[in-house]
C-alpha cells in the first residue's frame, strides 16, 4: 500500500514570511496528525484530525499556525509569520483508527527559518 | 500530562552483540499504550514494537523485545543479535486511551562493526 505523502521534502525561508506543508495520507485512515520535530527532540503533537474534524489542537500556536483537512483525506499545515524557532521538521502521521492504533508516519518537511 | 524521559541520549553497540534502551513514563492512567519506533536518517519513523498496559506478557518482535514494568512505569527496548541496519534514533511513545499520543527526546543507537 502507499504511504503517508508529505511535500514538499525541504522548504528554506526568512522570518516573517509564509510557508504551508502538504499531507496525503494512507488510504481510509481516519486519523492524521501533525508533529513538529526540532533537532535532538521527539515529535510534539501539534493537531490531530479524525476525518475532518480537530480533536486535539491544544499545542498548536494558533496566532501563527493553522492546519485544516479537506473531506477528510489531504491536509494542509501552514506559518504565518515563521519564526526562527519554527525551524524544524514538521512529520504528518496517519492512523486507521484513534486508539491503540499503529502510526504510520511521512518522511516530513524540513523547515528552516532564516 | 504525561511525560516520556529516555535516559541516554546516545549508546553504541558492538555488531551481534545485545543492548537495552531505556524509557520511563509517568501517567495516572490505567490503560495505554507503549511503542518503539526507529527513525533513520531518512527521517521516517517506523513501528519497532507495541505493548499493551493490559497485558503482563512482554512483546517481542524477532529481535527486538521489551521489559515492561507497569508498576515501576519502565519499558525497556533490547535488540539482540545487533545489526548494522539498527542504527538510528530510537523514540519511546506513549499512547493514552484517548488517542493523544507524547514522545520521548530519542537515543541515537551507533552500531559498530
Known amino acids: 500500500e502507499a504511504g503517508v505523502a508529505q511535500s514538499p521534502r525541504y522548504k528554506i525561508i526568512e522570518k516573517r514570511q509564509s510557508v504551508a506543508f502538504w499531507c496525503n495520507p494512507i488510504?481510509?485512515?481516519?486519523?492524521l496528525y501533525w508533529y513538529q520535530q526540532i533537532l535532538g527532540q521527539g515529535p510534539k503533537l501539534l493537531i490531530q484530525f479524525q476525518n475532518n474534524g480537530v480533536v486535539d489542537d491544544s499545542q498548536l500556536p494558533k496566532d501563527r499556525f493553522s492546519a485544516e483537512r479537506l473531506k477528510g483525506v489531504d491536509s494542509t499545515l501552514k506559518i504565518q509569520p515563521a519564526k526562527l524557532e519554527d525551524s524544524a521538521v514538521y512529520l504528518c502521521a496517519s492512523s486507521l483508527h484513534t486508539t491503540n492504533e499503529k502510526l504510520f508516519f511521512g518522511s516530513g518537511t524540513q523547515l528552516s527559518v532564516l | 500530562a504525561q511525560t516520556v524521559t529516555q535516559s541516554q541520549p546516545e549508546m553504541s553497540v558492538q555488531e551481534a552483540e545485545t543492548v537495552t534502551l531505556s524509557c520511563t513514563y509517568d501517567?495516572?492512567?490505567?490503560?495505554?499504550?507503549l511503542f518503539w519506533y526507529k527513525q533513520p536518517p531518512s527521517r521516517q519513523m517506523i513501528l519497532v514494537i507495541r505493548?499493551?498496559?493490559?497485558?503482563?506478557q512482554n512483546a517481542t518482535e524477532n529481535r527486538f523485545s521489551v521489559n515492561f514494568q507497569k508498576a515501576a512505569k519502565s519499558f525497556s527496548l533490547k535488540i539482540s543479535d545487533s545489526q548494522l541496519g539498527d542504527a538510528a534514533m530510537y523514540f519511546c511513545a506513549y499512547l493514552s486511551n484517548a488517542g493523544k499520543s507524547t514522545f520521548g527526546d530519542g537515543t541515537t543507537l551507533t552500531v559498530k562493526p
Open positions: 505493548q499493551e498496559a493490559y497485558k503482563q
Open positions: 501517567t495516572s492512567e490505567s490503560d495505554y499504550y
Open positions: 488510504s481510509g485512515h481516519a486519523t
